[in-house]
């Protein structure tokens, strides 16, 4: 067989050709014939002999579709198909297996190592044009699905970056009429010093003690903003007077009465900024409940090695068909989707969720219609999150990574990008593959999707992990909270997290 025979029947076409077409055959005659067929029907073919140069020209060439011979010299097919689908660069290449062999063992083994679909020698061309054709149009609809994804995750990002900004506007109205305050405090005692300098001494006491509010106002304000701040101790009182700060004004106009019991000795390991995003969050949706009148009672105590803070309001209660809604992502009762007079992207208790879970902390509803709702947060304290840390210092030599199973291809794209080996990442996109990664790999933290692939229910798969790899950190991501068996799997989990998430909160639960 001549050695160049590949390069005979290369031909490019112009951009409107249907595809890229790599036939990988030992034997020259398919190699002829095929070719020709679907040169005729407008196809860009390359062809190559052995399985060592379809790997190199599948990375250098990237083909739509590889027409793959199993029986090959130097790297058989069933080989060059795993290490196909393996790569980050050709995964997303449709292989078809050609083969002489057609008993349902070696179809198995052909689906096994990755294949998109399987035709028998001897085949007829139209079957042949056929699944080439099906085969690229399942690539046209994936990639189609993957960038829609990739969209709406940028898109989630724009709302959320929109909604704080709504949330900052709504402040900021507030805030400077606390402003105006101030001044008008320190511009009538300065008027009465200028005409009276007996005034002069309080003068100097106004000016003081404006000047002070006037700082603790802004640096609420500043650490509401800079949520990306790293961790530290930090005191969970300061923090809820800095969010009962921004919402002074609101607070005031509606006539609500704002009842606090804190103790002040309370400390948290968390991102002040977000945490005090919660909060504020939790508050306002309290205030909003309540509309005219009403009664903000706001309690933090120390339980089980654990702070806890009730956010409880007399708005009502929430309606039971919303209740298990109420955390999900675009969910909302407000503006034209919820029906409520007000405007809100349903966004808000959603984000609050993974950043409280991102910080190992829980949120639950205490619903009492028509009384009112009460929230309640908890979060470990600072000690306990140093215990932990000393721990993990002392087990540090393991060296784990983290391994992402996740059946969207865009979540890993979007985690290499982000993450960028910080957690020597490796992904999966089913269970088997999962197991092969555990397997060859040092995995302290799994994070899995809930509607992660395999052959056998989902259940099943992580009872065998749990069971099996006791030692793992489990962060479970899901797209709502109504799976009927969510309780029972977090149970096993370190953390959780509602799609779609932010990389900072997934990089919260893998520090911790």
Request: proline share 3%.
């Amino acid at each position: 067989m001549n050695p160049n025979y590949q390069n005979d029947f290369s031909v490019s076409l112009n951009d409107e050709s249907p595809g890229k077409i790599l036939i990988v055959d030992d034997n020259e005659e398919i190699i002829i014939l095929t070719s020709k067929f679907l040169k005729h029907h407008g196809f860009e073919i390359i062809c190559c002999g052995d399985g060592e140069t379809a790997l190199t020209m599948c990375e250098e060439l990237k083909p739509d579709v590889v027409l793959l011979d199993v029986m090959l010299p130097k790297i058989d097919g069933l080989e060059v198909c795993k290490r196909l689908k393996a790569g980050e660069l050709t995964r997303k290449i449709m292989v078809l297996l050609l083969t002489g062999c057609g008993t349902l063992n070696s179809r198995v083994k052909g689906l096994e190592a990755g294949a998109d679909d399987y035709i028998t020698k001897p085949f007829h061309v139209s079957e042949l044009l056929a699944r080439v054709r099906s085969a690229l149009r399942i690539k046209k609809l994936t990639e189609e699905i993957e960038q829609s994804h990739l969209q709406l995750l940028e898109s989630h990002k724009d709302r959320l970056r929109s909604e704080k900004m709504a949330t900052i506007g709504l402040l900021a109205t507030g805030i400077a009429h606390e402003f105006n305050n101030i001044m008008s405090g320190i511009s009538g005692f300065a008027q009465l010093a200028k005409k009276n300098p007996e005034y002069q001494e309080k003068l100097v006491d106004v000016t003081m003690t404006q000047a002070k509010r006037a700082m603790e106002i802004a640096n609420s304000l500043s650490t509401f903003y800079r949520p990306s701040a790293g961790k530290s101790e930090v005191s969970l009182k300061e923090i809820i007077d800095n969010a009962l700060l921004l919402i002074t004004k609101e607070v005031k106009e509606r006539e609500i009465d704002v009842e606090t019991q804190i103790d002040p000795d309370i400390k948290i390991w968390a991102h002040a900024g977000q945490i005090q995003e919660v909060i504020l969050n939790f508050f306002l949706n309290a205030i909003h409940a309540m509309g005219k009148t009403g009664k903000l009672s706001i309690r933090l105590f120390e339980i089980e090695g654990e702070a806890q803070l009730e956010i409880e309001d007399t708005g009502g209660g929430i309606p039971e068909e919303v209740l298990e809604k109420i955390f999900d992502p675009f969910f909302t009762t407000k503006g034209a989707l919820g029906g409520g007079g007000g405007c809100g992207s349903g966004l808000g208790l959603s984000v609050s969720y993974n950043i409280l879970t991102s910080h190992r902390g829980t949120v639950k509803i205490d619903n009492n219609p028509p009384k009112g709702v009460c929230f309640i947060i908890k979060l470990p304290l600072s000690k306990t999150i140093a215990e932990g840390l000393e721990k993990a210092e002392s087990s540090a030599k393991k060296n784990g990574n983290l391994l992402i199973g996740d059946s969207d291809h865009s979540i890993h794209e979007i985690a290499d990008k982000y993450l960028k080996g910080t957690a020597g990442e490796c992904y999966c996109s089913n269970w088997d593959q999962l197991w092969e990664e555990l397997e060859g790999n040092s995995i302290d933290t799994v994070l899995i999707d809930l509607n992660l692939e395999g052959d056998i229910p989902f259940e099943e798969s992580f009872t065998k992990l749990v069971t099996k790899r006791p030692e793992l950190s489990i962060i479970l991501t899901s797209d709502n909270l109504s799976h009927p068996n969510l309780s029972e799997y977090l149970s096993h989990c370190c953390g959780h997290l509602l799609k779609p998430y932010t990389v900072e909160n997934l990089t919260n639960l893998v520090e911790l």
